[in-house]
T-cell receptor
């Protein structure tokens, strides 16, 4: 079984500052990794995903994440945030193959608050 | 449809009553999921449907919870004799045929049903 740990439940930053949201995972098999964003009163929207290949993945809205297999991490970064980036961010993992490769396991989320 | 549609968006019910939540997936998406999101928690897997295969019900928290889906169409999640701990946002998601690549497609989520049991 997989598990996901998002190390920070809340991250406040000022507008135009860089931000990193941390995610570590645990799995005994190879994995796919995802970041989702949830704006207030909305469902989750896929930001980016790592399936294979280049460990640096770029997503929508200027976000990127780096897969680090040795550290079992998949941290999300943005060099300059906007007020509109205020939302909850969820890291998720699934098996890349095998009988349970349909199931996403989510972290508890990180609330990013961007202040003017 | 253009996205995953869930109804109702909000539901307030009295403890002990039954509730039914509906999910209409993206047309052509064969996989459908229900997750529960409690306040301050991550998403908790409830159930998975893939076409006509037997569903994975391993995440249903008790026998008060059940879900149905006919073919690749609408799904309903039913909670009987609701309890206050059932209060949460119930999220539905759909995905293309997983036999083509597992979760590599990611999921498309609906906006959820916020259930409040009073």
């Amino acid at each position: 079984a997989q598990s996901v740990t998002q190390l920070d439940s809340q991250v406040p930053v000022f507008e135009e500052a860089p931000v990193e949201l941390r995610c570590n995972y645990s799995s005994s098999v190879s994995v796919y990794l995802f970041w989702y964003v949830q704006y207030p009163n909305q469902g989750l929207q896929l930001l980016l995903k790592y399936l294979s290949g280049s460990t640096l993945v770029k997503g929508i809205n200027g976000f990127e994440a780096e897969f680090n297999k040795s550290q079992t991490s998949f941290h999300l970064r943005k060099p300059s945030v906007h007020i509109s980036d205020t939302a909850e961010y969820f890291c998720a993992v699934s098996e890349s193959r095998g009988g349970s490769n349909y199931k996403l396991t989510f972290g508890k989320g990180t609330l990013l608050t961007v202040n003017p | 449809g253009a996205g995953v549609s869930q109804s109702p968006s909000n539901k307030v019910t009295e403890k002990g009553k039954d509730v039914e939540l509906r999910c209409d997936p993206i047309s052509g998406h064969t996989a459908l999921y229900w997750y529960r999101q409690r306040l301050g928690q991550g998403l908790e897997f409830l159930i998975y449907f893939q076409g006509n295969s037997a569903p994975d019900k391993s995440g249903l928290p008790s026998d008060r919870f059940s879900a149905e889906r006919t073919g690749e169409s609408v799904s309903t999640l039913t909670i009987q004799r609701t309890q206050q701990e059932d209060s949460a946002v119930y999220l539905c998601a759909s995905s293309p045929n997983l036999w083509l690549g597992g979760t590599s497609y990611g999921y498309t989520f609906g906006s959820g049903t916020r259930l409040t049991v009073v």
